[in-house]
């Protein structure tokens, strides 16, 4: 569990840096150059997940609730969900014009629907710990930029329709890698 809370810890510091710590940040950028402080900040986001993933899959499992089998539905209808949020920012489909932080609010739901269905501690401190950050980010980043958003234009319908499609097949693939992975997304077969 060490490992797994190290990795949550690197993921919220350097998350929040530039959010709460703007000043740091910028005297971070000066230092190294914006192109070579962005690229440390992405070696530890990738380090933090790494941290992450050993930390949970060593992490001695301790079973807090049994969760029902049908909130698997209620899981899979929630990641599609998220899919669909998580990739609406390289789409011209009008959600970023009608939703400020779609990527977090993407995190959130993936975070909930894995709550949902884990009922071990170690998924708690996880997912648990990845809702806090998304809720703690999305509030930083209102405060940091004032209640003024510019949004984008509003999509067109071939974006809406492209959106759709891809939604389906990037949730596809997340079903398919879950599969591989050995944990089945599937009714049945645990999440």
């Given at each position: 569990?060490?490992?797994?809370?190290?990795?949550?810890?690197?993921?919220?510091?350097?998350?929040?840096?530039?959010?709460?710590?703007?000043?740091?940040?910028?005297?971070?950028?000066?230092?190294?150059?914006?192109?070579?402080?962005?690229?440390?900040?992405?070696?530890?986001?990738?380090?933090?997940?790494?941290?992450?993933?050993?930390?949970?899959?060593?992490?001695?499992?301790?079973?807090?609730?049994?969760?029902?089998?049908?909130?698997?539905?209620?899981?899979?209808?929630?990641?599609?969900?998220?899919?669909?949020?998580?990739i609406a920012k390289g789409i011209p489909s009008g959600v970023r014009a009608r939703v400020r932080h779609?990527?977090?609010?993407?995190?959130?739901?993936?975070?909930?629907?894995?709550?949902?269905?884990?009922?071990?501690?170690?998924?708690?401190?996880?997912?648990?710990?990845?809702?806090?950050?998304?809720?703690?980010?999305?509030?930083?980043i209102n405060k940091r930029d004032g209640k003024d958003w510019a949004r984008p234009a509003p999509g067109?319908?071939?974006?809406?329709?492209?959106?759709?499609?891809?939604?389906?097949?990037?949730?596809?693939?997340?079903?398919?890698?879950?599969?591989?992975?050995?944990?089945?997304?599937?009714?049945?077969?645990?999440?």
């Open positions: 569990m060490p490992i797994l809370i190290l990795g949550l810890a690197l993921w919220w510091a350097t998350h929040l840096l530039k959010i709460k710590a703007p000043a740091r940040r910028a005297e971070l950028d000066a230092r190294l150059g914006a192109g070579p402080a962005k690229g440390v900040m992405a070696a530890l986001s990738v380090a933090a997940v790494a941290l992450m993933v050993i930390g949970y899959q060593r992490a001695e499992f301790v079973n807090l609730w049994f969760p029902p089998a049908y909130l698997v539905h209620l899981n899979n209808l929630l990641m599609l969900v998220a899919v669909f949020f998580f779609p990527q977090l609010i993407a995190t959130k739901t993936w975070a909930l629907a894995h709550l949902l269905v884990n009922g071990d501690l170690a998924s708690v401190v996880l997912f648990g710990g990845i809702l806090a950050w998304a809720v703690v980010a999305m509030i930083g067109t319908v071939k974006g809406w329709a492209i959106h759709a499609v891809a939604t389906v097949v990037v949730f596809g693939i997340i079903a398919m890698l879950h599969l591989w992975a050995g944990v089945s997304p599937l009714p049945g077969g645990g999440a």
